[in-house]
C-alpha cells in the first residue's frame, strides 16, 4: 500500500503564495505520474497540474504561470508551489500519485489540504 500525506494548506490573501506538499510512503516501488487536483464547494473535482516521471509538466488552464509543479523524486515528494493566488483558487486540494507497491499499480488519493484565499 502507498499513503500520501498533504501539507501546506491554510488561508491566505488575495495576491498571496502557499506551496503544497505531498509525501508518499509504504510499500513503493516506483511512481510514475503525480498530480495535484481539486475541488471547489459545489464543484467537481479538476487537475489543477500533473508531473510525469522525467519532469514533463500540464497544467489547468486556469493556474497557467502562477502555479509551478516539481517533484523530489529522492523523497517521494511532489510539490506545488501557488503564487498569485486569486479567490476562486478556494477548493480542497489532493494529492493523486500513479504508483508500483510490487503486487499492484494504481492511483493513490491523499487526504486532502484545504486552500482558502480571501481578505
Known amino acids: 500500500q502507498v499513503q500520501l500525506v498533504e501539507s501546506g494548506g491554510g488561508l491566505v490573501q488575495p495576491g498571496g503564495s502557499l506551496r503544497l506538499s505531498c509525501a508518499a510512503s509504504g510499500s513503493i516501488l516506483s511512481i510514475y505520474a503525480m498530480g495535484w487536483y481539486r475541488q471547489g464547494r459545489g464543484k467537481q473535482r479538476e487537475l489543477v497540474a500533473a508531473i510525469t516521471s522525467d519532469g514533463s509538466t500540464n497544467y489547468g488552464d486556469s493556474v497557467k504561470g502562477r502555479f509551478t509543479i516539481s517533484r523530489d523524486n529522492a523523497k517521494n515528494t511532489l510539490y506545488l508551489q501557488m503564487n498569485s493566488l486569486k479567490s476562486e483558487d478556494t477548493a480542497v486540494y489532493y494529492c493523486?500519485?500513479?504508483?508500483?507497491?510490487?503486487?499492484?499499480?494504481?492511483?493513490?488519493w491523499g487526504q486532502g489540504t484545504q486552500v482558502t484565499v480571501s481578505s
Open positions: 493523486n500519485v500513479d504508483a508500483y507497491s510490487g503486487t499492484w499499480r494504481g492511483d493513490y
